[in-house]
């Protein structure tokens, strides 16, 4: 039993108690008394006291209570930063919709302008960018989906007092990528006590994003059209003129089926957002390192996560020889770095707590989330 000042007034509801101090938070671990389980009226009076927050953990025996509260003012957000980075990103992605839509400017633009014409040719760009509706359908539906998915990371990790940045979003001029982002990414900047924080906070983004990501593409099929050309595979999209063949996820294929019917489908922007939606939802989930899969499997399994992770992390690999699809290396090269080096999960603060009975129907659901989204071959070729 540790004794702390801001906890007296509760420690008479509990048997025993646990204080943790990490970075600028204080962690309670207690266990209630059995007279206040429930929790009795004058607990709940407590509770409402504390100046923090509280959950029960209940993947460790009956009345486990955990409480956080931050021991001093955290630094304000650089909120301007956020926006303008969230602005210059839709921008981008925009002008990506643009290109998809069948706009005629250089897709090197701005990288290849002469500086004597920019002026007119900003201007040309933002005249074309109001003009062609399917470029801005696409830049409001992949954003949302990026937003919906860091947003579900963001949120449930507050609610349980981790340290979380707002959204990053990272713009990408069209030559660069042609879709016009890298993505977007939080950053916790203080430690995830149990296996049931990491998997709230790893499962909230990917099933957020997910359901975004199917209402972006059930919409825009419902606005793509049938072909009779026939190519590499039953999808794709057109960008200065050639023809991108997308791969099949398991759901792709079920819900192109229902809406479109049988045929070669030119997907509308929208409704290739919701394929990239679906596809981020799938990168996510590989069950490696910092990766929300990572953080879902180590939830349910804990250290055997790292067999798991190299067994994944092999799979891309060969997926790269056999398929032809070298970007899958390139992945693979990116979780090495984000991993510093590791494809095993870092250890939670009490890696002892077990996952708590209700929240493992959650990870297998999101862990087939991740085959209902798998796309061996994404990209067949232009």
């Known amino acids: 039993m540790t004794s702390s000042a801001g906890l007296n007034p509760l420690s008479p509801f509990f048997l025993w108690w646990r204080t943790t101090v990490v970075r600028d938070r204080e962690i309670v671990d207690a266990v209630v008394d059995p007279v206040h389980r429930g929790p009795s009226v004058e607990l709940e009076q407590a509770l409402a006291e504390w100046p923090g927050l509280h959950y029960w953990a209940r993947g460790d025996g009956d009345g486990r209570l955990m409480l956080v509260r931050v021991l001093r003012p955290e630094p304000s957000e650089r909120w301007p930063l956020h926006v303008l980075l969230f602005v210059a990103t839709f921008f981008t992605v925009w002008m990506g919709g643009a290109l998809l839509a069948g706009s005629a400017l250089p897709l090197a633009f701005p990288f290849n302008i002469d500086f004597a014409v920019a002026p007119q040719l900003l201007l040309e760009l933002l005249r074309e960018l109001v003009t062609l509706r399917p470029g801005l359908d696409f830049a409001l539906g992949l954003m949302a989906i990026l937003l ?33 982002t890298f993505g977007a990414f939080i950053r916790l900047r203080s430690p995830v006590v149990d296996r049931q924080q990491l998997m709230d906070v790893g499962a909230a983004g990917p099933w957020a994003g997910f359901v975004v990501a199917m209402v972006a593409l059930i919409a825009g099929l419902f606005r793509s059209q049938v072909v009779p050309e026939v190519g590499a595979s039953e999808q794709f999209v057109t960008l200065a003129h050639f023809h991108l063949y997308l791969g099949d996820s398991p759901i792709m294929y079920l819900v192109r089926r229902l809406v479109v019917g049988e045929g070669t489908v030119l997907l509308h922007p929208l409704a290739f957002a919701g394929w990239i939606g679906l596809l981020v939802t799938m990168l996510n989930l590989l069950p490696l390192g910092q990766l929300d899969g990572g953080h879902i499997v180590y939830a349910l399994v804990g250290r055997y996560q790292s067999i798991v992770g190299s067994v994944a992390f092999a799979a891309l690999i060969l997926l790269g020889f056999f398929q032809g699809q070298w ?26 707590r077990r996952l ?27």
């Not at 090269?333 to 590791?342: P, Q, Y």
């Not at 991740?370 to 070729?381: D, G, K, S």
């Open 327 to 352: 970007w899958w290396w390139i992945w693979a090269a990116v979780i090495v770095i984000l991993g510093r080096g590791r494809l095993a999960h870092p250890q939670v603060l009490d890696r002892y």
């Open 148 to 180: 919906a998915h860091e947003s579900g990371h963001y949120l449930v990790a507050r609610r349980y007092g981790i340290n979380a940045s707002p959204p990053y979003f990272l713009p990408a001029p069209p030559i660069v990528n042609f879709i016009g």
């Open 356 to 382: 708590p009975g209700n929240r493992r129907p959650v990870g297998w659901a999101t862990l087939i989330l991740f085959l209902a989204t798998f796309t061996p071959v994404p990209i067949h070729y232009f």
